[in-house]
Every structure is written in C-alpha cells, then in structure tokens.
Nanobody, 119 residues
Framework: QVQLVESGGGLVQAGGSLRLSCAASGLAFSNYVMGWFRQAPGKEREFVAAMKRLTSYAGDVKGRFTISRDNAKNTVFLQMNSLTPEDTAVYYC???????????????WGQGTQVTVSA
C-alpha cells in the first residue's frame, strides 16, 4: 500500500520557521518526483515545490522555502522560513513521475498537515 504521511505542521508567528516532513512507504521512493502543494481556505490547491534531483519552486516561496529529500529514509522535507500569514494553508505531500509536478499528474497524495501563521 502506497502511503505518504506528513508531519511538522503547527502554529507559528510571522517571520518564524517550520520544517515539514513526509515519510513515504510502499513505493520505490528514489524513482519519484516528490513535491509539496498547499491549499488555503477558499482557494484551490497550488504547487509549492518539487524535487527529484533538481528542485523547482513556486514564485512566492522561492528564496524562503527549501525542499530536500533523504532517499535512504524515504523522506522529503520542506524547510519554510520567513513565514507570513499568506502561507497559512494545509500542506500536502505528493509523489509523481513528471518533472513538472502539478495537480493533474500527482500519483499519490498525503493526508495534509495544517500550517497556521499568525500576524
């Protein structure tokens, strides 16, 4: 059974940092592009970052967020710095095959973890 389990969400003040983790099981982890998406209340789910060997980021998180992965531990991380209230959302881990990971080509989703940034 393929499963992605996120952790590390929580409440943080503006300007603070959080590190999300996503543990994968049931798949050949190193073969997949791993990514993060987020969905704020009343908004569509959107791409945040992705990585296989190279990394890609959404424009509004570039320079603040860093995606990394540990293939030996089947885990992908999202380090989020300089957080703002606009980063408040449920953050979802995702796995797929395409270098340009998007809502249409994600193979499996995690259940999501809430990130709340207070002003």
């Amino acid at each position: 059974q393929v499963q992605l389990v996120e952790s590390g969400g929580g409440l943080v003040q503006a300007g603070g940092s959080l590190r999300l983790s996503c543990a994968a099981s049931g798949l050949a982890f190193s073969n997949y592009v791993m990514g993060w998406f987020r969905q704020a209340p009343g908004k569509e789910r959107e791409f945040v970052a992705a990585m296989k060997r190279l990394t890609s980021y959404a424009g509004d998180v570039k320079g603040r967020f860093t995606i990394s992965r540990d293939n030996a531990k089947n885990t992908v991380f999202l380090q989020m710095n300089s957080l703002t209230p606009e980063d408040t959302a449920v953050y979802y881990c995702a796995a797929g095959f395409s270098a340009t990971l998007n809502l249409m080509n994600v193979y499996v989703w995690g259940q999501g973890t809430q990130v709340t940034v207070s002003a």
